[in-house]
């Protein structure tokens, strides 16, 4: 979707995968480490809601044929017109998580492209249908850019939004990658966007940081060989 600060995205689209494809995925890393795996995650290379029919047939099979659990599936999206009330139709026990990275439209459409055709307010009516529907509760992903996203009046006018309706945010201290002079947040900064969420009474986490110094993050992935 072309995310201004994720090196995945600036990739540019190729295809879409298969059921077969994905699903191939898990089995690999099941037989690779000789561990059963618990828990799954649609999202980074590709927006699942631009390949839904794909993505829920294997939802269905990792559920039903590979044996994990409904709940410990996620559905990660940027958020497209009427594709989460679509899904909401076929009352999965997925967990829905809506990548939102900004507290209004206009910082939106600076970090997500597509976000101009989208919005903000449009898409929030859309995620309370959806919990509506199928009384699930969202995951809001949210990155923190170093003086960008992360003031307290960002952290105010987000829990403005959220309250009212089930949501969970999860934030996502930035990893840098070489294309964008974004900036980390501190940790110190981390914690006071979470105390001014949770004085908002908004139920909030922090992504564990994984692979930082192998620019293999969150958002940092790509192929270093493309198209071979």
């Known amino acids: 979707m072309g995310?201004?600060?994720?090196?995945?995205?600036?990739?540019?689209?190729?295809?879409?995968?298969?059921?077969?494809?994905i699903i191939d995925q898990v089995l690999t890393v099941q037989e690779d480490f000789q561990q059963r795996v618990s828990n799954v995650v649609f999202m980074g290379m590709g927006e699942p809601l631009l390949n839904t029919e794909n993505v829920l047939a294997a939802v269905r099979s990792l559920n039903q044929d590979v044996g994990i659990g409904a709940r410990s599936i996620t559905i990660s999206t940027v958020g497209l017109r009427g594709r989460i009330r679509?899904?909401?139709?076929h009352r999965l026990q997925s967990t829905l998580a809506v990548s939102l990275h900004?507290?209004?439209q206009a910082m939106r459409e600076q970090l997500i492209p597509s976000a101009y055709h989208y919005p903000l307010p449009e898409l929030l009516a859309e995620c309370r249908e959806y919990v509506e529907?199928?009384?699930?509760?969202?995951t809001?992903?949210?990155i923190l850019l170093s003086g960008l996203n992360d003031s307290q009046e960002d952290a105010e006018e987000l829990a403005h939004h959220l309250r009212g309706f089930q949501t969970h945010?999860?934030?996502?201290p930035y990893n840098p990658i070489k294309?964008?002079?974004?900036?980390?947040?501190?940790?110190?900064?981390v914690r006071d966007f979470v105390e001014a969420l949770e004085s908002q009474y908004i139920t909030v986490s922090v992504?564990?940081?994984?692979?930082?110094?192998?620019?293999?993050?969150?958002?940092?992935l790509r192929a270093s060989l493309q198209g071979n």
């Open 3 to 21: 995310c201004d600060f994720c090196a995945t995205g600036k990739g540019g689209w190729v295809r879409n995968l298969t059921p077969n494809e």
């Open 86 to 89: 679509e899904l909401a139709h």
């Open 102 to 104: 900004a507290s209004n």
């Open 133 to 138: 529907m199928t009384g699930r509760r969202i």
């Open 140 to 142: 809001f992903e949210y």
């Open 169 to 172: 945010v999860n934030l996502i």
């Open 179 to 189: 294309e964008v002079s974004y900036k980390r947040p501190s940790p110190q900064g």
């Open 207 to 220: 992504r564990q940081t994984r692979g930082l110094s192998a620019d293999a993050a969150c958002g940092q």
